[in-house]
């Protein structure tokens, strides 16, 4: 066997090696990496421009730049990274989410997944601090009519609160339809009726989600960057239901809640 013939073996066998999505395989999800690479590296010139032209007009592209390493996040995990690679990922990102999401103008479900990933990630407290600062901040000014304050959001939240610091003044959920099933699983003290509500409602997220935009993304040439229902696995882990059935359903991304069980592991 020759030179090239070694080398086109090896890298032929990288491709074909399993990853944790189902849909789609590495050599997809490697070129999306590449277009992602230059998509930052535009946006941290754009940034950088603003910043010594003194413009103040940034917030938009820090937005940008924080969802991007959001979905470097979850590209990577539906390829094979491990978690503490995501988890230095999640750093870089918060820090533009923090400046580039206005005060009056939050999006509940890129809260939602930075919450999500935040839990399952186990991000420091003073990382976490600033989504609860964050949060807190919108429910005290955004209007009425375009934000609720959120049981699930602050659910999430107050897990990582000491318990004379929880916040109690959210009463309903801004999105019932969603996530009234998820929300029903943080009322049950009935380990296997918890499993069972865990599973059920799995089992309906995605056609649950058929209105979101990622909605079929498999579909489309470039946008599909796999279907982990975040939200799903953070409340899973924060009340340690047992979710051992699920450690190969393809929307359950079973890894990133289990990553610090064993310390033996590559990711620490």
């Known amino acids: 066997m020759g030179l090239f013939d070694i080398f086109f073996h090896s890298s032929k066998k990288g491709q074909d090696k399993p990853i944790r999505d189902k849909i789609k395989n590495r ?38 730049l924080g969802e991007r390493y959001i979905s470097e996040i979850e590209i990577k995990y539906s390829m094979d990274a491990n978690m503490t690679e995501l988890k230095r990922i999640y750093s870089n990102s918060l820090k533009y989410f923090i400046a580039g999401l206005a005060i009056d103008d939050p999006i509940y479900f890129e809260i939602l997944k930075r919450i999500s ?94 209105d ?13 960057r796999g279907y982990w229902a975040w939200e799903v696995a953070a409340v899973a882990k924060i009340l340690q239901i047992d979710d051992s059935d699920l450690k190969d359903n393809p929307y359950y991304p079973y890894d990133m809640v289990h990553w610090e069980e064993d310390n033996t592991t590559n990711d620490e």
């Not at 946006?43 to 820090?62: G, P």
């Not at 979101?212 to 599909?224: E, I």
Request: aromatic content about 12%; hydrophobic content about 40%; proline content about 3%.
């Open 27 to 64: 050599k997809f999800f490697s070129k999306m990496l590449i277009e992602l690479a230059k998509e930052k590296g535009e946006t941290e010139r754009l940034i950088l421009e603003a910043n010594t032209n003194k413009r103040l007009d940034t917030v938009y592209l820090h937005w940008s």
């Open 117 to 210: 990933l935040g839990i399952l990630l186990n991000v420091s407290c003073a990382e976490f601090q600033q989504l609860i600062d964050y949060v807190e901040r919108v429910d005290n000014q955004a209007e009425p009519a375009d934000w609720t304050p959120d049981l699930l959001l602050w659910f999430m939240l107050n897990s990582r609160m000491d318990e004379d610091e929880k916040q109690t003044h959210a009463n309903k959920l801004a999105f019932p339809k969603l996530y009234k099933g998820l929300f029903k699983l943080t009322q049950l003290s009935d380990a296997q009726a918890a499993k069972k509500a865990l599973i059920d409602y799995i089992g309906k997220w995605y056609n649950l989600n058929k």
């Open 212 to 224: 979101a935009p990622w909605y079929n993304n498999h579909l489309k040439t470039s946008s599909y």
